[in-house]
């Protein structure tokens, strides 16, 4: 009998996690482990007009079991390492970075990825989008 129970406390685990597409991390935490989703800048007509920084925004999920977030940035469309103009480990209690419109140049496309890095180092899927600095 306690045998059997045991292996109906795992098949629902199991099916918990398969059904949700997750994983159950040892807090005992859904996660999904899916693409950051990205709010801004998703578009080809950013404006920085005199600003000193560029806000980036994702809508936040899991942020319990978040260590950070591995936010980059590439220059043109291409996610190459030399392509690579800024890279930064994000924590979760910081809703929107701001990165320096020094880094940025007028009619030049650029392209961020997002990564959830959760507790104990496994990393989500990366979300991207490119963007279009249109005046500076």
Excluded at 74 to 86: P, R, S
Excluded at 103 to 126: A, M, P
Aim: hydrophobic share 40%.
């Amino acid at each position: 009998m306690k045998n059997l129970c045991l292996l109906i406390f795992f098949f629902l685990a199991l099916c918990q996690s398969a059904c949700s597409g997750g994983q159950i991390n040892s807090f005992g935490d859904l996660e999904t482990g899916g693409s950051p989703r990205l709010l801004y800048p998703v578009t080809d007509d950013i404006t920085l007009d005199g600003k000193d920084a560029l806000s980036f925004k994702w809508l936040l999920s899991n942020l319990a079991s978040t260590d950070h977030f591995e936010l980059k940035i590439y220059k043109g469309y291409n996610m190459y390492e030399a392509n690579l103009i800024y890279k930064a480990k994000i924590k979760p209690d910081i809703e929107s970075p701001q990165v320096p419109a020094s880094l940025f140049t007028e009619n030049q496309v650029y392209t961020w990825s997002l990564r959830q890095v959760f507790i104990g180092g496994r990393k989500g899927d990366k979300g991207f989008s490119s963007f279009k600095i249109i005046r500076k």
